[in-house]
């Protein structure tokens, strides 16, 4: 059996690449780098958009990135089938790709926000959250400036009675986020965007002090396995 | 509109040129006369007049700096010292790390936001241009009261631009200071720190060595940035339009300092840089003198050739500028091709500006003709050296002699813990510190509230073995035992740090100081700066850690009234393996509790006499280096043998906040009985002490470590419950240690 092959994509500006590609690589998948300027996904069976602040976060975060060459080929793909977590600034890039509804706003408090963040999480029915019990609490980071969570009255209706609300902040909301909303996932589950930080999560040593973050791995490595 | 070649200037012998303007004595103009045997162009003038400025040439401070250098300890770590752009510390397995401090105080004060941002990107390059990755960044900040107005301009102004600038690069925040005191109030210190890691035989100098090799500006355009006087060059020398005020503070881009970041990286890897040196303070001046300088002797620019983001800029302009986000290197003309593909790869401009050249003079042109042709040594380091005059301040004894003596002791210690624990210089900065990104590039082991910051080394580097090291960082200063007493303030700030590294288990290895004083021109400032400056180097040599580097900032004063002298000291320690490190205070139950070092009744600049009386006079506590080395033994060996499952270093508050902030750390109580005068012993400020937690069955093998040093240990209690008991004495809820912790900031920025 070949080891399952996750995309890990570097825009220039992005900060949390080689935090993704230790997690992914923690779980026994294999992390393969893709760079914003290439025409090729190569081959892989999974991406992983990470966090940071690709093209400065100028105009507005992730509106430059999702016009970069990598990501033709990595929207269509997505929306074929192909498992896409995106994570804060990635969060950000596949709203602003519709890949996901909704956007991500300046926090409420206007100020940058890193803590560990309890969060619940309310679907387990993604290629993401598998390993994950529903209504499991975890603690994860979130870190940024930029993560309240906004769309219409109807989307979010539509979001909260189709079971796409994927994480929930529980014991405080860090940015204001409307329903409390951390994380969502398109309808058909494989493209899932969240603000916390599951790839700063998954050692004791560092990051932290919980390895939560580690399901979010295992579930794309299990899928990716049973495939 | 004419410029002012060296051909004109050679005509023109008596032109008046605006020196005065550019902050030069007339001594010194008069020295560059000579040295040019006529008198300067205007451009020269900019470079002249930068490079000898206190800021660059560090004029004033030189003759007490050497200390550093002829007191130095022996340090086998020492790689790279004084001197370069940062100091590089060997910290075993073939790594590397380096590290600096350096100041932005001013600008911070005039636009906060921008000030602070461009302190971080400031030091970021000096260390990338030592062929390092910078890993983690940490800020020393004082302001002015916390209820001033002013300060709620400025802090959060800081705390922002920290956040933006630090943040968009991707690097963890690891640690710092937040200190509040009204002599800051005109003048706040912005101190900001960045460390990096390479391997040992990467080190990159800033040198242009061989001729004929090109020189490459890369990195952001050049603007109108914090040129400063230049602008009177370029009206008042000629029949130029009034230039439109320049911006004094330069602005920050951090998305183009994180591209030029990744860029350095690879062109290191790919081993086509022969010099680097990143463009700060005095810009391409200060970049071309100093290279040339330390090269071969000689080189050749066309600032023509420069990228300007403003066309109309003067070339005296061009060479002030400080623009952020450029470096220059020195690259062989057949590497030039794949220098610039890396670049191109990283959308990083770059520019070849000029070339090594062997003819011991620095040239440059504009339109073709001569507007520089100087010795590069003149300007980068034979700048002038000033013996100023310096003695004790008039008040100094009257203040050593009103000591806390006087003052009524309280009562209720109950009611005192928590008054200092409220207070803004104790209380907690999570409004601060969680505006940072501690986490990316999942290296940090401990960051604040921790003692110190802490890293594993995880990097991928050529020539690397996976590594179980990790490097620890503190900065620490008392701006009040320093005004009480320089000499020993500087050495109880080393002292702290010191302590804040050993108590995570990591041995001390080097210094690094941003030596933040008044106007040098005031024989009383003076003072406290040598004195300073003398206690800092002799208790290096006796710690056995030598200064690696560094920077001084004078006229920190509004009007006649100098900030108190505040001499912020950074220590850099390595531990053999970081799963061995020691978190901060109390992670569980059922420990034994331990002080170790001896408390003596030292209230002098103390934090009780700050904030219970507003008093500062006497002396600040002793700075025992013996018992702090031994002390720092003790810690260290003790981790090692992983006896420690909890540290905490005593400092500001002492033994009261030392014992509330560890059972803060994980909701964990503890009850401890003394058997001393219980207000001494809860906020006396004795230096070289610290509290441990360790399982019962290990205490006597600690108590034994400790005799074997002469560190004095004593059992005081156990951890467990749910308050902070000090028998007979007082009882507080952790829970209300924790309100009365962490609503003073939000209460007062919001």
Not at chain 1, 29 to 35: D, F, G, N, T
Not at chain 1, 36 to 44: A, P, Q
Not at chain 1, 147 to 163: F, K, P, Q
């Amino acid at each position: 059996m070949s080891a399952a092959r996750v995309g890990v994509v570097t825009f220039p500006g992005t900060l949390d690449d080689q935090d993704a590609a230790r997690a992914v690589g923690l779980v026994g998948a294999q992390a393969v780098p893709l760079w914003h300027g290439d025409h090729d996904l190569k081959g892989v069976d999974a991406v992983f958009l990470p966090g940071g602040f690709s093209y400065g976060d100028y105009l507005r975060c992730g509106a430059i990135s999702r016009f970069a060459p990598l990501m033709e080929q990595l929207i269509p793909a997505a929306r074929a089938g192909l498992p896409v977590l995106g994570t804060c600034n990635g969060f950000q890039i596949l709203c602003e790709a519709h890949l996901l509804p909704g956007a991500l706003t300046r926090n409420a408090s206007l100020h940058y926000v890193c803590r560990d963040q309890r969060v619940r999480i309310e679907s387990t029915d993604t290629a993401w959250t598998s390993a994950f019990a529903p209504g499991q609490e975890i603690v994860l980071p979130v870190k940024h400036g930029e993560g309240r969570y906004v769309a219409s009255a109807e989307t979010l209706a539509s979001l909260e009675a189709g079971g796409q609300v994927v994480v929930r902040y529980v014991g405080g909301n860090p940015n204001g986020a409307m329903n409390d909303i951390a994380g969502i996932r398109n309808e058909a589950g494989n493209v899932v965007g969240l603000m916390p930080h599951p790839e700063h999560a998954v050692e004791e040593l560092v990051g932290a002090p919980s390895t939560d973050g580690l399901g979010f791995f295992t579930s794309i490595l299990k899928k990716l396995v049973n495939a | 509109m004419s410029t002012d070649s060296v051909k004109r200037a050679e005509g023109t012998p008596d032109e008046p040129m605006p020196f005065a303007e550019l902050g030069m004595k007339q001594e010194e103009y008069d020295r560059v006369r000579e040295i040019l045997g006529r008198r300067p162009t205007g451009s020269e003038l900019a470079i002249y007049s930068v490079m000898w400025s206190e800021h660059c040439s560090y004029k004033s401070s030189k003759v007490h700096l050497k200390q550093f250098a002829t007191k130095a300890p022996h340090s086998e770590a020492l790689l790279v010292g004084m001197g370069e752009n940062a100091g590089v510390v060997d910290i075993g397995d073939g790594w590397a790390a380096t590290f600096k401090i350096e100041s932005h105080n001013h600008p911070s004060y005039v636009e906060p936001h921008q000030g602070a941002a461009t302190g971080v990107g400031g030091i970021v390059r000096d260390i990338m241009s030592m062929g390092a990755r910078p890993i983690a960044v940490m800020d020393a900040l004082r302001f002015g009261g916390a209820d001033q107005d002013d300060t709620r301009r400025v802090l959060p102004g800081v705390v922002e631009g920290i956040s933006h600038y630090g943040n968009c690069l991707g690097l963890p925040n690891i640690g710092g200071e937040v200190v509040f005191d009204p002599c800051y109030i005109g003048n706040p210190l912005v101190n900001a720190l960045c460390v990096g890691l390479l391997r040992k035989d990467q080190i990159k100098l800033a040198t242009a060595p061989g001729p004929g090799n090109k020189v490459v500006l890369f990195g952001a355009s050049t603007g109108p940035d914090g040129i400063g006087g230049a602008s009177v060059l370029a009206s008042a020398t000629f029949e130029d339009e009034s230039q439109a005020k320049r911006p004094a503070v330069q602005v920050g881009d951090p998305f183009m300092e994180k591209l030029l970041i990744e860029c350095c990286l690879e062109l290191y890897a790919a081993d086509v840089v022969v010099g680097i040196q990143d463009l700060g303070a005095a810009g391409v001046s200060c970049a071309t003198t100093e290279l040339a300088a330390k090269g071969t002797g000689g080189m050749h620019v066309d600032l023509n050739l420069v990228p300007l983001r403003d066309a109309s800029l003067r070339p005296e302009e061009i060479l002030m500028s400080e623009s952020q986000e450029r470096m220059m290197a020195v690259v062989r003309p057949s590497d030039i091709p794949a220098f610039m593909a890396i670049c191109e790869r990283w959308d990083v401009p770059a520019t070849v500006i000029g070339e090594v050249t062997d003819t011991g003079r620095l040239v440059m042109t504009w339109d073709g003709e001569t507007i520089v042709d100087i010795p590069p040594g003149t300007a980068a380091d034979d700048g002038p050296v000033y013996e100023r005059p310096f003695h004790e301040p008039a008040g100094q004894a009257a203040l050593n002699a009103d000591t806390p003596d006087r003052l009524a002791r309280p009562l209720n210690l109950k009611a005192t813990l928590l008054k200092l624990l409220g207070s803004p210089n104790l209380a907690s900065k999570e409004w601060v510190t969680g505006q940072y990104d501690r986490y990316v590039r999942s290296n940090t082991v401990l960051a604040q509230p921790a003692d110190a910051g802490m890293l594993r080394i995880s990097e991928v580097m050529a020539g690397a073995e996976p590594t179980t090291r990790g490097i620890a960082l503190s900065t620490d200063g008392n701006g009040r035992y320093a005004k009480l007493d320089p000499y020993a303030g500087a050495q109880l700030a080393l002292a702290e740090a010191y302590r804040n590294v050993a108590v995570t288990g990591a041995e001390p290895l080097a210094v690094t100081n941003c030596l933040n004083f008044g106007s040098p021109e005031d024989p009383e400032v003076m003072w406290q700066f040598a004195e300073a400056v003398r206690g800092l180097a002799d208790a290096c040599r006796t710690l056995g850690v030598p200064v690696t580097g560094g920077n001084v900032s004078f006229y920190n004063q509004t009007g006649s009234t100098p900030i108190h002298p505040t001499p912020v000291v950074g220590v850099l320690g390595v531990i053999d393996d970081v799963a061995k490190r020691v978190p901060t205070g109390f992670a569980a139950e059922g420990l034994r509790v331990a002080l170790l070092g001896e408390t003596r009744e030292e209230f002098g600049g103390s934090e009780w006499a700050h904030v219970a009386h507003g008093h500062l006079g006497g002396l600040p506590p002793e700075a025992d280096l013996v018992a702090e080395q031994a002390l720092g033994t003790v810690l260290v060996e003790a981790a090692r043998r992983g006896l420690l499952e909890g540290s905490h270093d005593l400092s500001d508050g002492g033994l009261a906040i030392a014992l509330a902030e560890s059972c803060l750390a994980r909701g964990v109580g503890v009850t401890v009985a003394l058997t001393e005068d219980p207000f001494i012993g809860l906020f006396s400020e004795s230096a070289a002490r610290a509290l441990v937690a360790v399982r019962p069955e290990s205490f006597d093998e600690l108590a034994a470590l400790c005799a074997e040093h002469e560190v004095p240990c004593y059992g005081l209690g156990s951890t467990g419950g749910t308050s902070l008991v000090v028998e007979n004495v007082l009882d507080v809820p952790v829970e209300e240690l924790r309100e009365t912790h962490s609503a003073t900031l939000p209460a007062l920025f919001g």
